[in-house]
């Protein structure tokens, strides 16, 4: 009954609900029956998917009575700079091989899976995916909306679509944007809402196709907390989602914790991070940080060292990435 009262309420409505809700993480979860339905209208990929966030918001208060739960955390891959050479089949045996089996496609790389492919060859990847054990998130773009000059934020909305388009022929969830610097002599609010905007803008045109706006906390000014914050206070679409990715930033005043929390409302399937024993970023914290809201989505390794083997190299940051969600 509850969820058939939920099904029923305005959409508005719904969206004030699901803010009520304090340390559920993303409510727009990737749910593949909601995603692959083609006849989903935007207003019903949208409700159902806020019914799908409420009913995982409601888990943690039945009894346990099988013990503690277990982390629904998983390890994947972005193909930079690991994965950048290998072609898909070379790509989704190496995943296989090393227990790896999550992937962000990053663009231009050696997988070759760009908006040029035919629809035949698109139903093919989606095919090599699905006869694997490796899930395709989607595709890590380099899309970015601060730039005053009209024609080329029109060009970068105009290729988020394609790539949004492509990312559903292929059976993926999402595409990774970013925004990448607040331009000089433009006022920081003025860029602020410019690229919220672009945000909802590509985020609506997502829905058609069940697709989530990963947006990565990245560049110039941009990277810093507070102000990722007050872009996403201008975020309408609820799958326009944040994708944390473990920045030196992420440590400036107030520090780690207090920033996790300003943004972690807006948290989506997807978090970035670097090899997780090289450097001095406080990963087992922000694990625990991760723990604390029962996250449930992939830790995404880009790697930036070059190992001499990679395969090794990659199961080695598997079990690291175990033991820290054990601790």
Not at 75 to 95: H, Q
Not at 133 to 161: F, R
Not at 233 to 251: F, G, H
């Amino acid at each position: 009954m509850f969820f058939d009262e939920i099904k029923s309420l305005d959409l508005n409505r719904l969206r004030r609900i699901c803010e009520g809700f304090s340390g559920i993480g993303p409510f727009f979860i990737p749910n593949i029956n909601l995603m692959m339905d083609k006849d989903l209208s935007r207003r019903d990929f949208i409700q159902k998917s806020i019914v799908a966030g409420l009913g995982l918001a409601a888990l943690p208060l039945v009894p346990a009575i099988a013990g503690p739960a277990k982390s629904g955390m998983k390890f994947g891959l972005v193909t930079y700079e690991w994965g950048k050479d290998w072609d898909l089949p070379t790509l989704i045996t190496n995943c296989e091989k090393t227990g790896v089996l999550g992937v962000e496609l990053r663009t231009q790389h050696a997988h070759a899976v760009e908006v040029n492919l035919t629809a035949s060859q698109r139903a093919e990847v989606k095919k090599r995916f699905a006869d694997s054990q490796v899930t395709c998130l989607g595709y890590g773009s380099n899309y970015e909306y601060h730039s005053p000059d009209p024609a080329k934020l029109k060009e970068n909305i105009d290729g988020t679509k394609a790539y949004i388009k492509l990312c559903n022929d292929i059976g993926a969830t999402g595409i990774k944007v970013k925004p990448n610097t607040l331009p000089e002599g433009v006022s920081k609010e003025k860029t602020i809402a410019q690229i919220a905007a672009s945000f909802n803008e590509v985020g609506k045109f997502a829905q058609d196709y069940g697709q989530l706006i990963r947006v990565e906390v990245h560049g110039h000014l941009t990277q810093e907390l507070p102000n990722m914050k007050a872009i996403f206070e201008q975020v309408t679409e609820p799958n326009v989602k944040i994708c944390w990715n473990s920045n030196a930033e992420d440590l400036l005043p107030p520090g780690l914790a207090p920033n996790f929390h300003s943004v972690k409302k807006w948290f989506g399937d997807t978090v970035h991070v670097r090899e997780l024993n090289v450097g001095d970023y406080p990963y087992a914290d922000l694990f625990k940080l991760f723990s604390g809201m029962n996250y449930g989505g992939w830790i995404l390794l880009e790697a930036r060292t070059k190992p001499a083997d990679r395969i090794e190299a990659l199961k080695e940051q598997l079990k690291i990435f175990n033991s820290l969600v054990a601790q």
